[in-house]
Structure formats: C-alpha cells, structure tokens
C-alpha cells in the first residue's frame, strides 16, 4: 500500500513537469509548494528561488495583481486572465491563466494557478492581422534620432531605389517590420502589394504551398491557389524569421529569387513573378550559417543590402522620444491627457536593458496609462508591476537615502547576501514609514508594493511603524 503511495507520488511528480501547461500551487500560508518546469520557462524564475518560499518574498506585487493571493485570502477563483510580458530573456511570453483556492471543509488550504502559454497563436494571430492591414508605417512614422538609428534609416531608404533584396536582422521589436514597410512605401512599389509572412509561425509541410501556391489534384484536397510570391506579384514579400524555414525550402526560395519565376505545387509550368524580397532574422547571420538554420548560398543573395537594427539599449537616445510618442499614440486611442513622466519614470527607462526592444517599451506605456486615472504625469506607481521591483534600483535608493547604508557595512566583511538583502529591505522601510508619518498606505505606495504586502513585512521583521527610529 506504502508502496503505492510512493509510485503514485513519483507519476505525479512526473506528470507535474512533464506537462506543457505552467502550475504554481502555494498552502495557506502562501509559500510555494509546486512549481513546476514549464511555469519556470513562462516566469523565467528559477525553482529554488520560488519552491519553499513565500509568494510575498518572490513578487513584488501589488494586491490586485496577484491572483494567487485573492485566490488565498478571498477564495476568489479567477479565469481566463491573459497577460503578455517579457521574460528575462527578452522573450514575449503570452498566457492564459485560471486561479483557484484549494478548499477544505470550507476552509481555504491554499491555492493554485495554471498558466497555458499561447504565445505561438498569438503571434500566428498578431502576423495575419498584420497581413490585411497592408503596408502602412512610412519614414516618417520612425521615431528615434540616435546616430546608430539615423544610419539604418539612411541606408534603407537608398535601398528604396533599387529592388534588390534585403535582409533586415535585428532583436525582437526593435522595428523590422517597420522598416520593411517603409523600404516597400517609399519605393516604386508602393503602389502593388506588401505581402508579408512569418516563417516560424507555421507549420513546415504548409509553408511549400502557402509560398509558391498549389495547383488542383497536386495532393488530396489540394486546389488552384496563387501562393505569396504570385500574390505580392509587381509589389514586396516579406518573409520573417528566414532562418526558421526548412533548409529545402530555403533552397527552392533562393532558385525563385534567382530566376525570377516560381512553380505552383503540382504544376508543370514555372510562372514568372516581379517580386522584392525583404527577409529578416533575429539572430546573426553568421552564428545561424554556422548552426545550419540558414544557407550561406541565399544568405549571399538575400543580403545584397544587409540592415542591422541595434537593440533599443544601445540607443539609449531613442528611448525618451519613443516613451512621448508611445504616451501622444495611447492618449488618442483611450482619449486621455497624459503630458509625460517623473524623472524618475525617465531615469528608470534610460538604465533598463530592454529585452522586448520598441515593443516592450510600448506595452510599458500601454500598460502605465491603464494604471493612471486624472494624474498628467507618469510615476513609478503606474508602471505594470512587473518593473515596479526592477526600478527600485541600487542608484535609486542610494539617491533617495544617501549612500550611509551601504557605507555601514564593515568593509571586507561582507555579511551574506541573504542578509545583507534583508538588512536592506528592512531599513529601507523603517525609512519610508518614517520619511510617510508613519502612514502605511502611503509608505506602501512609495515602496511600489501594496499594503496588505508592507504589513506582512512590518510583522515578519517585527516592525512597529510607532517605534521608529
Ligand atoms: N523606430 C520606431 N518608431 C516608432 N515605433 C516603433 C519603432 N520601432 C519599433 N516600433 C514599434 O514597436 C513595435 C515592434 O516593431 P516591429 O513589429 O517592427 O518589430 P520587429 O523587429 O518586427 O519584431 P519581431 O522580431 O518580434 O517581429 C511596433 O508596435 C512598432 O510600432
Ligand atoms: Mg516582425
């Protein structure tokens, strides 16, 4: 029977990080006691940090945006909640996630959330909107004044005289699709097709027919189809992340950008097509040819004219203008007022590294204004939640509070860091509720946490907000 038990144990422990759906189950009291490997990959947290630890001392979050914590302390189950944010990685994660409280007899013993990562429809669902909505950003919609930038977009407008391929490589949102359709917009082109498709969002065995087209009979089910090239005939095709095409395919791409002419599948005539190509990637060319994610013979062809987009934190010039125009975009479309940022707010957008690119800085300001109700200005309490902790930086602090902390440290004695993080944690809010009057509400909003998480603190380091130093 023991035995049972135990087997049982381990096919659950098995099944748990096996499965393709994130799980986080906290107990009563909300330490984490499941987390589990895809949950891991979609939080880009690692096991130890969480497992074994209270939800309080992982996040950093409001009250409200916590769902696990309304799961515990309301009972409340929550569904269908979708987020999409940026792992540490600086991949842009999207996911559904369901909460609910784990009941006893009625009483609420923990809790537990599932997340489905739908990034991949997302994105399938994101690019084929873009299909319809045409080509419609132009020069002069590009926002960023920095040498690096003013080069790319110099070079990619004299590109827009000639129709020689292009490959465009740059991070993920640092604007490839922009620049493809301000290349197709401001050259003779403009007024045929912009055609544009990505290449890791489909299935391998769908992409021969959806590029090249299908004639009828060719396989079952099979009819006459014009593929993309014939449908962005006299115009530009862009094709996205090149280097995710089968290598067989990458062959007949490169035979149908050389000769001009494309084949439908099953068809036994070539059709001639007057097509630009506008190819991009996210990783360098070089380490993809070394992998064989790309052949270097359509490398050769594609990169007759070869724009690198720097990554957004290697033009921190561009980052204020885009947060104003991002702010000018957000205040149009949910009729608001918003007239700019704190210092602070600034300071915070200069020193992040910006995984997600232009992307992730919009969704910022997307996500802030959605925060604000009749403020003008932007603080650091309206930034989503997820950089509330990231901008409480060591400068910040430091500025805010003098540099005695960290000089009190006994040098060359360094406690460990564990220690030396509490130590910061609980002299930073003895600070704040003094600096508040001892008012919790607003020294919780100072420290960008809610209340119900600056009393859990005040109780677990024995801090009486009356006997303040
Ligand atoms: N220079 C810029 N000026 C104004 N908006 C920009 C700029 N660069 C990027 N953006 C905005 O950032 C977002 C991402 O840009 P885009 O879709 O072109 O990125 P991408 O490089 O194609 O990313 P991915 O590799 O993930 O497909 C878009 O919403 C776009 O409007
Ligand atoms: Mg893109």
Request: with cysteine.
């Amino acid at each position: 029977m023991l035995m049972d038990l135990e087997l049982l144990q381990l096919i659950f422990q098995r099944i748990i990080n096996e499965i393709d759906i994130g799980l986080h189950i906290v107990d009563e009291n909300g330490t984490s006691v499941v987390y589990n490997n895809k949950m891991k990959q979609i939080e880009g947290m690692d096991v130890e940090d969480v497992l074994g630890k209270n939800l309080l001392d992982v996040f950093t979050f409001a009250e409200h945006d916590s769902t696990l914590l309304q799961a515990l302390q309301y009972g409340k189950t929550i569904k269908n909640v979708k987020q999409t944010y940026f792992n540490n990685k600086g991949q842009e994660i999207t996911t559904v996630n369901h909460t609910f409280p784990i009941l006893k007899n009625g009483n609420i013993k923990g809790a537990i959330e599932i997340a489905k990562d739908v990034t991949k429809l997302e994105r399938l669902i994101r690019d084929n909107m873009n299909k319809t909505e045409n080509a419609k950003y132009t020069f002069d919609s590009l926002i960023g004044d920095s040498p690096a930038f003013r080069e790319v977009c110099e070079h990619a407008k004299r590109a827009t005289r000639t129709s020689s391929s292009i490959l465009i490589v740059g991070d993920t949102g640092t604007g490839k699709e922009l620049f493809a359709q301000s290349i197709h917009n401001g050259s003779q082109r403009s007024t045929g097709p912009f055609v544009s498709q990505n290449c890791a969002a489909l299935p391998e065995s769908l992409v021969e027919g959806l590029l090249f087209g299908t004639t009828k009979g060719a396989f079952t089910g099979a009819v006459d189809r014009p593929g993309l090239f014939e449908q962005a005939n006299g115009g530009t095709l862009l094709l996205d992340e090149i280097n995710s095409l089968d290598l067989n395919l990458q062959a007949k791409l490169l035979r149908a950008i050389q000769e001009k002419t494309i084949r439908r599948i099953g068809a036994s005539k070539d059709t001639p097509i007057d097509v630009r190509i506008i190819a991009t990637m996210n990783e360098d060319p070089v380490d993809a040819i070394s992998a064989q994610r790309l052949r270097k013979d359509l490398y050769y062809r594609l990169s007759v004219v070869t724009l690198f987009i720097p990554p957004l934190k290697d033009r921190k010039e561009d980052i204020l203008p885009l947060a104003l125009h991002f702010i000018d975009k957000y205040n149009a479309l949910f009729q608001m007022e918003v007239k700019g940022m704190e210092d602070e707010v600034s300071e915070f957008l200069l020193s992040y590294d910006w995984p997600g690119n232009v992307r992730e800085l919009e969704h910022l300001i997307e996500g802030a204004l959605n925060m604000m109700s009749y403020e003008e200005t932007i603080d650091l309490t309206h930034l989503p939640f997820q950089y509330r902790t990231k901008s409480q930086t060591k400068d910040r602090l430091q500025k805010h509070y003098g540099y005695e902390f960290f000089a009190t440290l006994p040098s060359g004695s360094a406690p460990p860091l564990k220690e030396q993080i509490e130590n910061a944690e609980k002299y930073f809010i003895q600070k704040t509720i003094k600096k508040c009057d001892n008012n919790i509400s607003k020294a919780a909003k100072t420290l960008g946490i809610s209340r119900q998480s600056l009393q859990y603190r005040l109780k677990k380091w024995g801090i009486r907000p009356d006997q303040e130093r």
